[in-house]
């Protein structure tokens, strides 16, 4: 069993875990590696053992620290997601931070194994069911210490309200409508999550990074590729894109203390979508806790 290191150099960070997800690369990465350079045990979720091996290896080497793990899963499905929850959760006894940034853009509508819509699954559904499994480790942390939960969401939440009659996009399918309506859901969990736990301790929060230079643009077919090739000399580095997302998960300003569900960018709480509704969180709360009830109860029956 591993525990958040208790021998660990004098750093503000020291004897907290952090979960990140998507840690291989891009602002997930450069997160990682600052909240492990100032002490933090880190677990990084990476859907390769490649990329993650490698993501390890290159945050050891440049932090010194090695209390850092591994988790390997693919958020395009929920099976692989319980496992790394049961993984986490025993690896463990508490969780400060979990991070939910792991997620990307598809070219063409796919329907993964497990039903859903490829976006839909990964960029929501699979946070969303980690975030539930993590939450007794967040609320024993929080209960005398603190806990976060963060979401990586976008500006590209603005792009398009749910349509809670076709969440899998079967209708009106594109990249953009898909990604958007994932981060917009991502929006909604960190409000809904402040609703159902911020008096238990746990604070949630979102936020956009901002255009930045990651491989994003690359991996979401050629019309994202073609727009981050127009948009790349003004994007921001990844340093600068990671900012806000690092303040959030670990900062003990006052504003990022008192994130309340909110959604920031350049550490600041800012404007969201109109549609961006309470009750468009509860509402994608309860639909999406439906969804995924057959893996928690395959989950139990396995074990
Ligand atoms: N870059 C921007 O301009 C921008 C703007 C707004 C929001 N964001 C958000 O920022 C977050 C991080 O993206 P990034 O820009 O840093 O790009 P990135 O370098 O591509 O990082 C995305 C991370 O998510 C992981 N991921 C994607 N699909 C996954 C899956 N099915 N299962 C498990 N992991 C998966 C990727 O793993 P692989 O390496 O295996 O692909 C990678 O580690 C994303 O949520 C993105 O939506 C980015």
Not at 81 to 89: D, K, T
Not at 216 to 222: E, N, R, S
Not at 264 to 281: C, G, H, L, N, W
């Amino acid at each position: 069993m591993v525990r958040a290191e208790t021998n660990s150099p004098p750093a503000d960070l020291a004897n907290k875990v952090y979960v990140v997800t998507g840690a291989n690369s891009g602002i997930g990465f450069a997160a990682a590696e600052n909240f492990a350079s100032r002490g933090a045990a880190l677990a990084i979720v990476c859907r390769s053992a490649e990329r993650g091996t490698a993501a390890l290896n290159a945050i050891r080497g440049k932090t010194n620290n090695t209390n850092i793990n591994l988790f390997v899963a693919d958020f395009t499905s929920l099976g692989s997601v319980v496992r790394v929850a049961q993984e986490i959760n025993h690896s463990y006894d508490e969780i400060h931070v979990l991070c939910n940034n792991a997620g990307g853009a598809n070219a063409g509508r796919t329907v993964t194994k497990d039903g859903f819509e490829k976006t839909f699954e990964a960029n929501h559904l699979a946070g969303f069911l980690l975030t539930n499994l993590l939450m007794p480790k967040l609320l024993l942390a929080a209960a005398h210490d603190s806990a976060r939960v963060v979401f990586t969401s976008s500006l590209g939440h603005k792009n398009s309200p749910l349509d809670f009659d076709d969440l899998n996009l079967e209708k009106d399918y594109s990249t953009l409508r898909a990604y958007g309506r994932s981060k917009l859901m991502n929006l909604l969990n960190a409000r809904e999550i402040h609703k159902r736990y911020g008096d238990q301790g746990v604070i949630a929060s979102s936020f956009h990074p901002g255009a930045v230079r990651t491989s994003i643009w690359k991996k979401g077919g050629i019309l994202a590729a073609m727009l981050g090739i127009v948009m790349w000399p003004f994007m921001w580095s990844i340093k600068r894109g990671s900012d806000t997302f690092i303040w959030l998960a670990s900062s003990n300003d006052e504003a990022a203390l008192n994130a309340n569900g909110n959604y920031f960018f350049d550490r600041r709480q800012v404007s969201i979508a109109p549609f961006a509704t309470d009750e468009a969180a509860e509402r994608l709360w309860r639909v999406s806790e439906e969804l995924v009830q057959p893996f928690l109860e395959s989950q139990s029956t396995a074990s």
